[in-house]
């Protein structure tokens, strides 16, 4: 393969050139919402919003390379939760990543298998290490899109499964003007269900 160079718009988030732009709406990304009655009234009320954008890089899903892209998390809320990416484990758990934070304020969420939580701030210049084993999703927290590049390994792989099943332990909710990361209660009541 030849050397070559993608032009990244840090305004807008877009690169080009890219492969297929991903467009997640609200509709297709729903159920990883506690208030489903808040989601059913936004899709009532101004139909299918667009929450966030993915711009890959078209580059060999191969062990070797480097894939890349950038991610846009538009502004919003759904009840008091804020707009987020559906999150994943790498399909090859031992594979990391690295995020850069270009425009906007967000949130990285990551978990282990295991259940173990983090919280990473993002913004302008912070560049997130995303460890191997660590499941990751990211939030917008501000009032303007949250933009940020990130780079992981060609053969990582992205298994959503394994978060659709076991949801994160902790969500970030909206308390007047800041984010707090408190308890999933899906997930505490699903642990003392099965405790009890
Ligand atoms: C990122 C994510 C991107 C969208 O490029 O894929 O931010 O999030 P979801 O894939 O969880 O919908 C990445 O982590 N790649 O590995
Ligand atoms: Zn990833």
Redesign the pocket.
Known sequence: MEPFASQLDFHSGALQPAGRV?Q?RLSE?RGIYLDQEAVARILDREGDRLV?E?Y?AELPEEEGHV?Y?S?I?HPGRVGDQFHM????F?TRRNRG?V?VGLAGHGALLLQTETGDVRMVPMGPGTIAY?PPYWA???ANTGDDPFI?F?A?PGD?G?D?AA?EQRDFGKILVASGSTALLVDNPKVRDRGSAAAG
């Open positions: 991903l997640r990304t966030y993915v890959p894939l892209g991610t998390v990416t559906k999150g994943h790498h990543e995020y995303v990751h999703r990211t940020f990130a992981w990582a992205h959503y978060i």
